[in-house]
């Protein structure tokens, strides 16, 4: 299996207001505060037209679902 390519790293200024207005949002759907900016990049991307087709979807994160019972 081929390990995903590197994540790039930014430095990101918010005002506070903001920043804990998305923390809450964030919460609100079980995200990250990081995961939710990135959500949000790329609905806004894809929305205008400028989402690559080379983009990856955002990996799912926690627990993988469970696998469908069989016959018992």
Request: net charge positive.
């Amino acid at each position: 299996m081929t390990p995903p390519p590197e994540r790039k790293q930014v430095l990101l200024r918010l005002d506070p207001a903001v920043y804990e207005a998305l923390a809450r949002w964030a919460s609100d759907e079980l995200r990250s505060t990081n995961a939710q900016i990135e959500f949000i990049l790329r609905r806004a991307l894809s929305e205008a037209g400028r989402l690559p087709g080379s983009v990856a979807p955002i990996p799912r994160r926690g627990r993988p679902p469970k696998p469908p019972a069989g016959p018992e």
